[in-house]
């Protein structure tokens, strides 16, 4: 069941240009800053009742965003919305279409179940169905580092 919008991913050259401005019109502090090493990210975190904006910095030319930056400059670059089940959420979206961005749902940041669908099939918006660890299936594994990762976003832009 989706019951939120657990993120919204915006797309930046610099963290340490963007957090300021965030902070002044959020009116709050960045949480904190993840580096999310098989995305090529680093990650700033603002949570906002509820739900949270994550600013988005690509460390390599390889990551997804630096490639998403290149093309389309800085900017809104997915939704996450908040699964409680996110095997059954995904094989109901791609049953309706929707195309799944990778095999299998990988690690995202806080050690979240993550799975992308394409824009192609969400009206132009890449779509994140996450799984928070706390909702995560008793007995997976939620830790980045134990995972089998596999780039969910690597083709998305070409
Ligand atoms: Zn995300």
Do not use: W
């Not at 963290?15 to 401005?21: D, F, H, Q, V």
């Not at 580096?35 to 949570?47: I, L, N, P, S, Y």
């Not at 994550?54 to 900017?75: C, D």
């Amino acid at each position: 069941m989706i019951n939120g919008i657990d993120h919204i991913g915006i797309a930046v050259r610099s963290l340490s240009a963007a957090i300021p401005r965030y902070e002044r019109v959020l009116g709050r502090p960045c949480e904190r800053i993840e580096t999310v090493t098989h995305q090529d990210v680093r990650v700033a975190f603002f949570e906002v009742e509820g739900s949270r904006i994550e600013l988005l910095e690509p460390i390599t030319e390889q990551s997804p965003i630096a490639r998403f930056i290149a093309k389309r400059g800085e900017g809104l670059h997915h939704i996450a919305l908040r699964s409680s089940a996110l095997a059954v959420d995904l094989a109901r979206a791609v049953e309706g279409g929707c195309e799944q961005l990778s095999g299998v749902p990988s690690g995202g940041a806080h050690g979240a179940q993550i799975a992308f669908l394409h824009p192609r099939g969400m009206s132009g918006v890449l779509v994140e169905l996450c799984a928070p660890a706390a909702l995560a299936e008793p007995g997976r594994a939620t830790d980045n580092r134990s995972l089998s990762i596999q780039p969910t976003t690597k083709n998305f832009h070409e």
